[in-house]
């Protein structure tokens, strides 16, 4: 998410250099760095700016690279080719990618295991503005205009990317979690990304807020009751909701464990907290949306 900041400030060095942690902690969003370059060739036309991105990844890579000489012995030998675990031999073989495959994108994105349609609403509906907002403007622009504006768009390209490589990886469903989760990193650039044009939508935000809501509301139920432990193909209709219905919370949470509040107080508290951390996220978003138009005066008001 810094790093798209940094990339929309035309900071592209500090952006590479962002990229560059992120794929020291997870290597699929390494991915960025070709992408936004292609992006950014797009909008600057020029290379400076390609080259100063490519510059602030360098630290990263050479950190890893020392990691993998002292564990592995060579500086391009990665963990995954190191496995024993029989559950992961798979990686051994290209990481455990392969070629995507249909029925892997369509259970990303509509799949009641790990869907984005379920678990991650909020962002598919924010796409699907997207869309209808860059069809809309094409229709008065040429026909190459709409996939323009996707080469130019650097949350759009890396959640294409990250949609299909995850598509051809062997565990597609990101293990034991909830939701897509190895989907979440193009979800949280979308909602930077998003944030640019949301004031400009007007009454469309409350059905955004709905939906992610709804995400909130998922992710509280799961907490207090499955602790990411979701065993069946339907686990909302199947695990999460029975159990909520039947009282049955999850007792392996940190406020049970480490100072023995009851697994249903915990519940209450856990979703409190669920609650105020998106109550503060939309204050803080009108925050710097009242503080954005305040500059914008103050400069309309210096120019007169």
Known sequence: MAALYAFNSKQWLLSGFLIGLALLTEYTCGLALPIWVVAVGFRERRWSPIVAMIGGVIPSGIILAVYNTQVFGNPVAMSYSFVSDPSFVAMKDSFGFGWPKISNLRRLLFGEFRGLALYGTGYLVLVFIWIVRTFRDAIHNNQYYFF?????????????????????????????????????????????????????????????????VFGFALSAINKVTMSYRLPSARPLQEDMLPRLLAGRFNEENMLTNLIGLKPAVAAILWSI???????????????CQVLKKYKLYEMQKDMK
């Open 273 to 287: 907290l669920i609650v105020c951390t998106g109550l503060w996220s939309i204050i803080v978003y009108n925050q």
């Open 148 to 212: 323009l504006q996707i080469a130019k768009s650097p949350a759009a390209m890396f959640g294409i990317a990250m949609w299909l490589v995850n598509g051809s990886y062997y565990m597609w469903y990101g293990g034991s979690c909830f939701g897509p989760r190895h989907l979440i990193p193009c979800v949280a650039i979308g909602l930077v990304a998003a944030a640019r044009w949301l004031p400009d939508i007007g009454k469309i935000r409350t059905c955004i807020t709905v939906s992610f």
